[in-house]
């Protein structure tokens, strides 16, 4: 269920946050391909209140989509019963950070070998392909351990400077 943390009342009143406010809204979903659209609309909320363009939105709208999809290859390929995945929006006027995290024990992935030729890309795996796509959509990735077993993908797209 999406809940609102330290939201501001103007923020609430369905105007865009001003540019001095910041808020988290987190999300937890279970980790199953169902709920992947929950997430993908959740981000779309979020990214289009902080005024990010159309193809902006669209962009961590998709990679939000593929770090879930990894997470929940990953809980596959662990045979982990139940594990959920929580996104976690911090709203900061300069950036939106979105984490990704789940409970998940399979490979946490490291991220893009930049140094690969792009000519390798067939050889991806799908968890790499996905990866890859979400160092093309937003500004910074990050994939770490999570605390207590899994993964945390942070994803990170700036705000456009007036």
């Known amino acids: 269920m999406a809940t609102e943390d330290d939201m501001p009342s103007s923020a609430n009143s369905g105007g865009a946050p001003r540019s001095e406010e910041t808020a988290t809204v987190t999300l937890t979903i279970p980790c199953t391909p169902e709920y992947v659209g929950t997430a993908r609309l959740t981000i779309l909320g979020v ?58 024990t399979g490979p946490a992935g490291s991220g893009v070998d ?3 030729p792009a000519a390798e890309i067939d050889g991806m795996n799908s968890q790499e392909l996905g990866a890859l796509l979400m160092e093309i959509l937003v500004d910074e990735v990050t994939v770490e351990p999570a605390p207590g077993g899994g993964t945390r993908v942070r994803l990170v797209k700036f705000a456009n400077e007036a």
């Open 114 to 116: 930049k140094l690969r």
């Open 47 to 104: 990214a289009s209140r902080m005024g990010f363009s159309y193809d902006q939105v669209e962009d961590i709208r998709l990679a939000v989509g593929e770090a879930c999809t990894n997470a929940i290859e990953r809980a596959a390929t662990s045979g982990a019963v139940g594990p959920m995945i929580t996104i976690r929006s911090h709203i900061d006027p300069a950036r939106l950070t979105v984490e990704v995290e789940d409970h998940a």
